[in-house]
T-cell receptor, first 114, second 113 residues
Framework: AQKVTQAQTEISVVEKEDVTLDCVYE???????LFWYKQPPSGELVFLIR??????QNEISGRYSWNFQKSTSSFNFTITASQVVDSAVYFC???????????FGSGTQLTVLP | NAGVTQTPKFQVLKTGQSMTLQCAQD?????MYWYRQDPGMGLRLIYY???????DKGEVPNGYNVSRLNKREFSLRLESAAPSQTSVYFC????????????FGQGTRLTVV
């Protein structure tokens, strides 16, 4: 069975601060994919980043970076120099299995204050 | 390029009424999914379809039926709506032969009174 845990329910930061969102996952599959999605107040789901299980290289994309560690089953996501427009619910998502079923974490509500 | 299109965007039903949520994708994806989102619970999988003609239950299938009409379309039916089915419903699709992300529709906000 797959499981994704986002222990942080809500985070508030002041604009320009860096913020890291934590994600821990469980799966028995050896091949899987991890994603971060953003859900702004308007409700749509916006894809942010993707990582597969056989590539642990951490990357930076603009203000976004992520830290994938298979040894601890963690896939943490960092926003550098946060902005008010970053305020949203962020979901960590695990994709595995033959049908690539998506398992969502419960989400972290990020509020960036001006 | 429309991506994933869901209809309707909003719906109010009375308890016991039936309705079908429609979903269509134009990306030639094999896999399609229906999720529901309740406050504070993230998205939970209702049903999915790995290919045309196949469907499987997800985490919360009770009270729902689905139909993969063709490769493009995947509908979700509520036969007898209950207040517990008040939720936001999302359809999604993926190309499981490539390492792509899932694409989501805009969501359907359903209220059962």
């Amino acid at each position: 069975a797959q499981k994704v845990t986002q222990a942080q329910t809500e985070i508030s930061v002041v604009e320009k601060e860096d913020v890291t969102l934590d994600c821990v996952y469980e799966t028995r599959d050896t091949t899987y994919y991890l994603f971060w999605y953003k859900q702004p107040p308007s409700g749509e789901l916006v894809f942010l980043i993707r990582r597969n299980s056989f590539d642990e290289q951490n990357e930076i994309s603009g203000r976004y970076s992520w830290n994938f560690q298979k040894s601890t089953s963690s896939f943490n996501f960092t926003i550098t120099a946060s902005q008010v427009v970053d305020s949203a619910v962020y979901f960590c998502v695990l994709s595995s299995g033959s049908a690539r079923q998506l398992t969502f974490g419960s989400g972290t509500q990020l509020t960036v204050l001006p | 390029n429309a991506g994933v299109t869901q209809t309707p965007k909003f719906q109010v039903l009375k308890t016991g009424q039936s309705m079908t949520l429609q979903c269509a994708q134009d990306m030639n994806h094999n896999s399609m999914y229906w999720y529901r989102q309740d406050p504070g619970m993230g998205l939970r999988l209702i049903y999915y379809s790995a290919s045309e003609g196949t469907t499987d239950k997800g985490e919360v299938p009770n009270g729902y039926n689905v139909s993969r009409l063709n490769k493009r379309e995947f509908s979700l039916r509520l036969e007898s709506a209950a207040p517990s089915q008040t939720s936001v419903y999302f359809c999604a699709s993926t190309n499981d032969r490539e390492n792509t992300e899932a694409f989501f529709g805009q969501g359907t906000r359903l209220t059962v009174v």
